[in-house]
């Protein structure tokens, strides 16, 4: 076998791992696309699908780890090859959560269509909207190896922080004002909190993608201001 054909299958080796961690990226965008559109719409069935779909996220995942570890057995890359290599072992478990997180928000959407709806909410879907985008701006940066791309995703983590710090106070509030609430308003906390969590793991692919091109770890603090853990509301005056 000469050189040059070992160093073509290699790449296009590279290439595959690639389009796979792409393929899992763009099938957990869409698990968080449909379980937000199964919570607006109070559609149990249309949720079912996305939890039963998370099996093809688990199965990438394995497909990726297995190609990854038997790349790095039989090649030995170095340098870049070998950061390639890593980062798609580290995006996998990231994208792998987000699909696990988009599931959970379906089981919840499917326990919310059983109760009456609280007020009307608004900041739920626009939580999954920025997290959708985020998601699908960091998959083009890991694509492209756009640094800049994917730095513009990780600085925008704070704002799906400070909606979240939003919607718990206002959910807290429709507890305390109404008992009848609570059930709702407690599924709405977790499914808002698995929405910022995937605003995290967005943020992990992109510190990942920085590190895969420059080859050194962002050196700043992540933008964090996750407040709601001390939130304190003052009990309703008679």
């Known amino acids: 076998m000469s050189g040059d054909h070992i160093v073509r299958s290699f790449d296009e080796q590279l290439q595959r791992l690639n389009e796979l961690v792409s393929r899992m990226g763009g099938l957990a965008e869409s698990q968080l696309e449909g379980a937000i559109d199964a919570l ?14 998370d099996q093809e996220i688990d199965a990438l995942e394995a497909e990726i780890d297995e190609m990854a570890m038997r790349m790095i057995a039989l090649r030995q890359p170095m340098g870049p090859d070998l950061r390639q290599i890593f980062t798609a072992l580290k995006i996998a478990p990231d994208l792998e959560r987000i699909g696990d997180y988009a599931k959970n928000v379906a089981k919840r959407s499917m326990a919310l269509a059983q109760v009456p709806p609280v007020k009307p909410l608004y900041t739920i ?17 890991y694509a492209t190896s756009d640094v800049a791309k994917a730095r513009a995703v990780w600085e925008r983590d704070q704002e799906v ?14 507890m305390m004002e109404d008992a009848r609430n609570i059930s709702a308003c407690t599924h709405l906390l977790f499914i808002a909190k698995n929405i910022e969590r995937m605003g995290d793991l967005a943020t992990n692919v992109a510190e990942r993608i920085h590190f895969q091109v420059e080859g050194e770890t962002l050196d700043e603090d992540r933008p964090k201001a996750d407040r709601a853990s001390v939130t304190v509301i003052a009990p309703k005056k008679d």
């Open 161 to 174: 922080d400070d909606l979240y710090d939003s919607l718990f106070r206002e959910l807290l509030t429709y």
């Open 40 to 53: 607006v719409k109070r559609d149990p069935a249309a949720a079912k699908i996305i939890v039963a779909a």
């Open 125 to 141: 879907p626009r939580m999954g909207r920025m997290v959708r985008e985020m998601i699908s701006d960091v998959l083009d940066a």
